[in-house]
């Protein structure tokens, strides 16, 4: 190999590695912001979940927020049907009076009461069952249970328990 065929092969190498790196970098801007994009809707879902939480004791459906269906980007019907939920809470708060139903406690606040009644880690279809015994009025999906339960988890306030495919949850001592 000549001198000249190898400087001509060490400039097409340096070429490439520059042309590789810069795609890289680009790539991982493409990444990051995807990543920023992602945490902020989770924080919004987030946020849903709580409000969908306050409005679970309502049994008038047609004061539920609608979300809009001709949205074409998901985070701005995401930020509509929040600020929908958020105005339709304070307008419920604002009438009041004495016309204003008593509040029933959140799910995670009623399972969280049944939890220490059992000796062993509980199941989730467990405490749904004895959530529709206790509480007639309420029937929640055993998805929006589960659902309840792992939030209850994220908080550190129940403990979950896992073998093989069967998960049993637990309250964790002086979270009550």
Do not use: W
């Not at 680009?26 to 924080?43: D, G, I, P, Y």
């Not at 509040?103 to 995670?108: F, Q």
């Not at 959530?131 to 929006?144: A, C, D, E, I, W």
Request: net charge positive.
């Amino acid at each position: 190999m000549t001198s000249q065929s190898a400087g001509t092969l060490r400039s097409r190498y340096a070429v490439q590695a520059a042309s590789d790196l810069a795609k890289n970098r680009r790539r991982q801007q493409e990444l990051t912001k995807k990543l920023t994009l992602l945490q902020e809707e989770e924080a919004l879902l987030a946020d849903i979940l709580k409000l969908a939480e306050q409005y679970e004791g309502f049994g008038d459906a047609s004061r539920l927020p609608q979300q809009a269906q001709d949205e074409p980007a998901a985070a701005t019907a995401k930020q509509r049907a929040l600020t929908t939920a958020g105005k339709s809470a304070a307008a419920g708060a604002k009438k009041g009076g004495a016309k204003r139903k008593t509040r029933r406690p959140l799910l995670g606040d009623v399972l969280l009461e049944l939890l220490p009644g059992h000796d062993e880690p509980c199941p989730a279809k467990e405490l749904r069952d004895e959530l529709l015994k206790k509480h007639p009025s309420r029937n929640p999906t055993p998805q929006v249970v589960r659902n309840t339960l792992e939030s209850l988890v994220a908080q550190g306030r129940i403990r979950r328990h896992k073998e093989g495919r069967a998960v049993t949850y637990t309250v964790v001592k002086g979270s009550n």
